[in-house]
Nanobody, 119 residues
Framework: QERLVESGGGLVETGGSLRLSCLASRGIFAINTIMGWYRQAPGGPRELIAIITGGGSVDYAHSVNGRFTISRDDDKDTLYLQMNKLKPEDTGVYYC????????????WGQGTQVTVSS
């Protein structure tokens, strides 16, 4: 069964750091798989935070650019999100996402991990 399992969330003070991990079941990581992290703040929509392609190209939301770093280890089937200089507005549930557009559209979500940044 295809799965994405996030871990590493928790409570941290403003200015602190956390590293999120997303372990994928074997076969999900591939050159045509785009991996991403999304965040959903309380009462808000799910928003894209960072993505990384199979070739290693990355992109970030403006709100986290320069503070967060996305990376992937295909040998370990794991996606990471290093979060530094955390702010209270970074609080939310962080979701791991995998998607492909070829040979057909396909998408998978993890269950989410809570990150709370205290002021």
């Amino acid at each position: 069964q295809e799965r994405l399992v996030e871990s590493g969330g928790g409570l941290v003070e403003t200015g602190g750091s956390l590293r999120l991990s997303c372990l994928a079941s074997r076969g999900i990581f591939a050159i045509n798989t785009i991996m991403g992290w999304y965040r959903q703040a309380p009462g808000g929509p799910r928003e894209l935070i960072a993505i990384i392609t199979g070739g290693g190209s990355v992109d970030y939301a403006h709100s986290v650019n320069g503070r967060f770093t996305i990376s992937r280890d295909d040998d370990k089937d794991t996606l990471y999100l290093q979060m530094n200089k955390l702010k209270p507005e970074d609080t939310g549930v962080y979701y791991c996402n995998a998607r492909r557009y070829s040979p057909s559209n396909w998408e998978l979500w993890g269950q989410g991990t809570q990150v709370t940044v205290s002021s």
